[in-house]
């Protein structure tokens, strides 16, 4: 067993939805977890389906719901954006950005390629001060609610395999197989170094 608990990152695009959803579920296993986003600000779903309502990452969870309730609460209630907004002001104040977080971490997930890709570029571009691994794993969930719910458990599942391993280094391949052939997903991995 890892001698210290694992240090875990969830990253979408706005820390709102997919990122918060397992933040929620791995917290309530215990785990040592912060959620974050990559985007340059906060995009919800808006009435109009292709024009977003958009937030910085200071706007608290419960300002944007208050926001939301006056221009239209029964859209933001019956889209399910209000229910989201709720579970978020639960779990912290305000969405946060991954690239101004200096924390390590074990294992960084990644909600989708495009997030992924932007993490990895960001580790890459900072000064490796400790040369400590942090693996970083893209699961592809798509942004809807019913596929963050069964993107986090397979989060979960991953890290409670991780925090059994004896050797997380080379317990992590088998883990992803064998994650691979239950989901039938395939998850992208690297190293990075702090």
Not at 67 to 80: A, P, T, V
Not at 149 to 154: H, M, N, V
Request: with cysteine; hydrophobic share 35%; proline share 4%.
């Amino acid at each position: 067993m890892p001698s210290s608990p694992l240090r875990v990152a969830v990253v979408c695009m706005s820390n709102m939805n997919r990122s918060m959803e397992a933040h929620s579920v791995l917290m309530k296993k215990g785990f040592n977890v912060k959620s974050f986003g990559v985007g340059s600000c906060v995009r919800l779903p808006g009435r109009a389906g292709n024009l977003p309502v958009v937030y910085d990452f200071s706007t608290t969870y419960e300002q944007m719901s208050k926001d939301l309730l006056r221009k239209d609460g029964e859209c933001y209630r019956s889209n399910g954006v209000l229910h989201v907004l709720g579970r978020n002001e639960r779990i912290k104040p305000h969405p946060e950005r991954f690239q101004e977080c200096r924390d390590p971490f074990d294992v960084i997930f990644t909600c989708q390629e495009s997030v992924y890709d932007r993490v990895v570029a960001d580790l890459c571009t900072r000064e490796q001060e400790t040369c400590q691994p942090v693996h970083v794993i893209n699961v592809d969930i798509d942004d809807t609610l019913e596929d963050a719910t069964l993107g986090s458990l397979i989060i979960c599942e991953l890290c409670q395999g991780l925090q059994q391993a004896d050797d997380m280094e080379s317990s992590l391949a088998e883990l992803l197989l064998a994650a691979e052939g239950k989901t039938g997903r395939s998850f992208l991995h690297t190293v990075c170094f702090y």
